[in-house]
């Protein structure tokens, strides 16, 4: 009797592990893939660098930029990322230290469709994975090198495997203990296959914060290619072609971007400045005016920048 | 020594100030007059920020829990439209927390938090840090 209970009990018990435990992107995938998807795809090339103690995060990033053709090492990265007192390295800097070695860095939608589509388009998935539970938390780093969706399965380049094969629920448990977190780091002028624009353009304002301004330039101009009216990648472009100095360049991208948005503060206004540092004092109050005029949150920039011209212009009329 | 000394001082801040000065003019009169690219992005994500609260709003469950508690759609909707960029961004980020509609605990959840919000707007409560009262 007893032993009858014993095993209805490890019965129930796994009846309960199988109804409780759900995977529902993966039986999403394999149930009905996405028509784009190819069955499998593998990034060998990807290159392999086994992780010191703790040192997941150096890791895994050092192999998507060296894939991005950014020759860097996990030594390199440590000091930029490695928190010795938690042991491991935090999300928000993996994407930071991406961008300061001259990539954008891109944190994908929390979804394995997405994922599965960047590793067909060509591009490592950097995943944070909780490889033990909620309660337990192990945290981990690897990177998805690949997939095979009638085995079920993802490939990856893991702490000391160079090529670790999961069935794809268990990686899918580990995965989602993160929210799905998930991020690519991409070279100068790509674009992920599934970038979403406004997110994307973020990503590149936020490299070009920091990196120089060619890297972010191509970037923005690939992004045109894709969503031709963006207003953010247009600025984008005038800003780094006046950084560079190139004021016809920047000239052109403001003009299309007030063009296509004609209640832009920040488009009439960049004009303005680009025409004055033209010494085109006439056209350049005329756009500043038009920045004024619109209001917002800008509008104080608008202002001393209209005020700035007008001074200028004045001055040069002195000289004259 | 000591005199020596504090000369040696007061010459080197003087020049560490005039060459501060001398680097910090040509940097300022760079950027000055450009509105940087981050700018006009976080501008454009407010504006989606800003439809997605709206959107939520408009939802007949809201709605219908909007009007039980004698809240006018419109008082809402006018004040979504009056969120700084940051506060819309906040909003946002907390309703994708929620639960997506459902019954019980969660539609009670979801009930209070709707209500909190728009009595904090009101300017009758102050529960969330983010919002700022229209009185």
């Known amino acids: ?320 | 020594m000591t005199q020596q000394y504090s000369r040696f001082m007061r010459w080197t801040s003087r020049m560490l100030m005039a060459s501060m000065l001398a680097m910090s003019l040509p940097l300022q009169s760079a950027s000055a007059g450009i509105v940087e690219t981050d700018q006009v992005v976080s501008h454009e994500l407010a504006g989606q920020d800003r439809a997605r609260i709206s959107a939520f709003l408009e939802r007949e469950d809201v709605l219908a829990r909007l009007q039980q508690q004698g809240v006018s759609a419109g008082e809402a909707q006018a004040r979504v439209s009056a969120l700084t960029d940051e506060e819309a961004h906040n909003i946002a980020g907390k309703l994708d927390q929620l639960p997506a509609g459902g019954e019980s605990i969660l539609g009670i959840l979801l009930t209070i938090f709707i209500i909190l919000l728009i009595t904090d707007i009101l300017g009758l409560t102050k529960v969330f840090s983010f919002t700022r009262s229209v009185r």
Request: hydrophobic residues 45%; negative net charge; glycine residues 4%.
């Open chain 1, 1 to 320: 009797m007893a032993i009858r209970n014993a095993r209805l009990s490890v019965g129930v018990f796994i009846l309960c592990l199988t109804a409780c435990a759900n995977t529902p992107q993966t039986r999403l995938v394999l149930g009905s893939p996405a028509a784009t998807l190819p069955r499998h795809a593998e990034l060998t090339e990807v290159p392999f660098f086994a992780q010191e103690a703790f040192q997941c995060g150096p890791a895994s990033l050092a192999m998507t930029l060296n894939a991005a053709a950014i020759a860097v090492t996990p030594e390199t990265l440590k000091p930029e990322l490695y928190l010795p007192d938690r042991h491991g390295s935090l999300q928000v800097e993996m994407l930071a230290a991406t961008r300061r070695h001259g990539a954008t860095a891109y944190q994908l939608a929390p979804e394995l469709n997405d994922m599965l589509h960047e590793i067909a388009a060509g591009t490592p998935v950097v995943v944070l994975q909780n490889l033990a539970f909620g309660w337990y938390p192990v945290w981990h780093y690897a990177v998805v090198i690949g997939y095979d969706l009638d085995r079920a399965e993802i490939i990856l380049r893991s702490g000391l495997e160079r090529r670790q094969i999961l069935p794809m629920t268990t990686f899918e448990y580990t995965w989602a203990r993160s929210n799905y977190w998930a991020m690519v780091a991409l070279p100068p002028g790509k674009i992920p296959a599934t970038a979403e624009e406004a997110s994307f353009i973020a990503a590149v304002s936020a490299l070009e914060r920091i990196s120089d301004p060619e890297r972010a330039q191509s970037t923005y101009l690939a992004a045109l290619d894709r969503w031709p009216k963006n207003l953010s990648a247009q600025i984008g472009v005038g800003n780094t072609a006046y950084r560079l100095h190139d004021l016809v360049r920047a000239e052109t991208a403001f003009r299309q971007a007030a063009q296509d948005h004609p209640d832009s503060v920040a488009a009439f206004n960049n004009l303005a400045q680009t025409l004055a540092d033209q010494s085109r004092y006439e056209a350049a109050v005329e756009a500043a005016r038009r920045a004024v005029s619109l209001g917002g949150p800008l509008s104080q920039t608008a202002q001393e920048t209209l005020a700035d011209i007008e001074r200028r212009m004045k001055h040069s009329l002195n000289k004259e």
